[in-house]
Nanobody
Framework: QVQLVESGGGLVQAGDSLTLSCAAS????????MGWFRQGPGKEREFVAV????????RYADSGKGRFTISRDNAKNTVYLQMNSLRPEDTAVYYC?????????????????WGQGTQVTVSS
């Protein structure tokens, strides 16, 4: 069982940066791929980024490539999403999620554990 708690969301202006954090409970954090997803108003939940258990492999949705960086600190059981050059279309609730296996890594239906989400609002 893994419990996830996101933090770091807020209201920012276009072009600003923001770093989200997701703290995980449990002693097996390194076993899990950790993903970030987001859900904008009236939209389906979509993949943002994922990182392997060791942190050695990452993958990004096209929308965040070059602007977003996912990282993790296994000693702190925490995964981060650094977001630069934010745009109004990045406005969404951002969720972190955990999954043990690689298959379906960019699909929200593949993840076993979810946080409660943190709101990011980007004004123009």
């Amino acid at each position: 069982q893994v419990q996830l708690v996101e933090s770091g969301g807020g209201l920012v202006q276009a072009g600003d940066s923001l770093t989200l954090s997701c703290a995980a409970s449990g002693r097996t954090f390194m076993r899990y791929f950790m993903g970030w997803f987001r859900q904008g108003p009236g939209k389906e939940r979509e993949f943002v980024a994922v990182i392997s258990g060791s942190g050695g492999s990452t993958r990004y949705a096209d929308s965040g490539k070059g602007r977003f960086t996912i990282s993790r600190d296994n000693a702190k059981n925490t995964v981060y999403l650094q977001m630069n050059s934010l745009r109004p279309e990045d406005t969404a609730v951002y969720y972190c999620a955990a999954r043990e296996y690689y298959s379906g890594i960019d699909s929200p239906t593949s993840y076993d554990y979810w946080g409660q989400g943190t709101q990011v609002t980007v004004s123009s």
